[in-house]
């Protein structure tokens, strides 16, 4: 059974830079895409943006060039950096498996980790 | 960016109703579309994908349907675990893929 595990701190000062690293078990970060996808309190969905294991990524235009992220397959891991952050980036953080259907592209989300709020406050 | 419209916001039906949810595209997104269902204080869970199917170990009162821009989720009889809130997902044409505000089932 594929677990995820989101982590990093759970507070952020404006201007600096969000760190999250997703730990999978039960599968291989090699054999998937993931994704990161957020939750401001309260509100809906947004996705941020998804890496595949040989470091190809695409992310959410409306991020920017703020968004960067990586895989370290010796850990069965990937992580997202986010900088430059403001109060709007306080959301709870989801990793989840970006699963892939027939056409061989990223489609649904299945599973989803836990999620981790990160709040950017001074 | 498609922009994905979901209704009503909040939906009031007691226990044993059937109830369908509707998820509007603002263009034709084939069946490229699945459904979530969130519990409060819990991570989404897969629901539907391709429109129609199932995802593993999902009841089979839960039902997806549509194509284009108008897709549905029907649960056929509502049991106590199925109050919760409800998203829709398109992924015919990304970046971004977009998800609909949420419908949340209450109780009535």
């Known amino acids: 059974q594929v677990q995820l595990q989101a982590s990093g701190p759970g507070l952020v000062k404006p201007s600096e830079t969000l760190s999250l690293t997703c730990t999978v078990s039960?599968?291989?970060?090699?054999?998937?895409?993931w994704s990161w996808i957020r939750q401001p309190p309260g509100k809906g969905l947004e996705w941020i943006g998804f890496i595949y294991y040989s470091g190809s990524t695409n992310h959410n235009p409306s991020l920017g060039s703020r968004i960067s992220m990586s895989v370290d397959l010796s850990k069965n891991q990937f992580s997202l950096r986010l900088t430059s952050v403001t109060p709007a980036d306080t959301a709870v953080y989801y990793c989840?498996?970006?699963?892939?259907?027939?056409?061989?592209?990223?489609?649904?989300?299945?599973?989803w980790g836990q999620g981790t709020l990160v709040t950017v406050s001074s | 960016e498609i922009v994905m419209t979901q209704s009503p916001a909040t939906l009031s039906v007691s226990p044993g109703e059937r109830v369908t949810l509707s998820c509007r595209a603002s263009?034709?997104?084939?069946?490229?579309l699945a459904w979530y269902q969130q519990n409060p204080g819990q991570a989404p869970r897969l629901l539907i994908y391709?429109?129609?199917t199932r995802a593993a170990g999902v009841p089979a009162r839960f039902s997806g349907s549509g194509s284009g821009t108008e897709f549905t989720l029907t649960v056929s009889s509502l049991q106590s675990e199925d109050f919760a809130v409800y998203y829709c997902?398109?992924?015919?044409?990304?970046?971004?893929?977009?998800f609909g505000q949420g419908t949340k089932l209450e109780i009535k």
């Open positions: 263009q034709s997104v084939n069946n490229n």
């Open positions: 997902q398109q992924y015919n044409d990304w970046p971004p893929y977009t």
């Open positions: 989840a498996r970006h699963f892939r259907g027939l056409n061989a592209y990223p489609d649904w989300f299945d599973p």
């Open positions: 391709d429109g129609s």
């Open positions: 039960g599968d291989s970060v090699s054999s998937f895409y």
